[in-house]
């Protein structure tokens, strides 16, 4: 098992199996992780240069948004990251907004699918995961938008 991992354009989601244990979905890898699913995101920002501390705080900025904030892990590759719960808990997982070709209600479950065909459950309302792609997809617009200036 790793200890180390940084977030890729090819990361599709940061799944939590324990409190300090996370598997890693990429789009031809699975990887188990000795950290948390946040601790991976922050450990990713650092590596880019800030930290989620940062980073969330640039969200909070940009969008108004101070719960459950997309990150931008990396700007030039667009890598944007957003969680599907509170990030101060161990259950929360993080999706890549890119990476996400489609996604429907199952029941009291929502399912992702990825655009590599992966697909996955998640215990979460479609509307939450709905909100959160939303949240996440002004972020990446209002990025875009100050690149282009």
Do not use: H
Request: glycine share 4%.
């Amino acid at each position: 098992m790793n200890n180390n991992y940084e977030i890729n354009t090819s990361t599709l989601a940061i799944l939590p199996l324990e409190k300090n244990c996370s598997k890693i979905i990429e789009e031809d890898n699975v990887i188990i992780i000795n950290k948390g699913t946040t601790d991976i995101v922050d450990n990713s920002c650092k590596y880019f240069g800030s930290s989620y501390a940062g980073r969330f705080e640039g969200t909070k900025t940009l969008l108004g948004v101070n719960y459950k904030a997309p990150i931008i892990i990396e700007e030039s590759k667009e890598i944007i990251f957003f969680p599907t719960s509170s990030p101060r808990i161990s259950e929360c997982s993080w999706l890549s907004l890119n990476n996400i070709k489609s996604y429907y209600k199952n029941g009291t479950t929502t399912n992702i699918i990825f655009k590599n065909d992966i697909e996955i459950t998640l215990d979460l309302s479609y509307n939450s995961i709905e909100n959160q792609i939303l949240r996440a997809t002004r972020l990446e617009s209002i990025l875009r938008k100050r690149k282009n200036v």
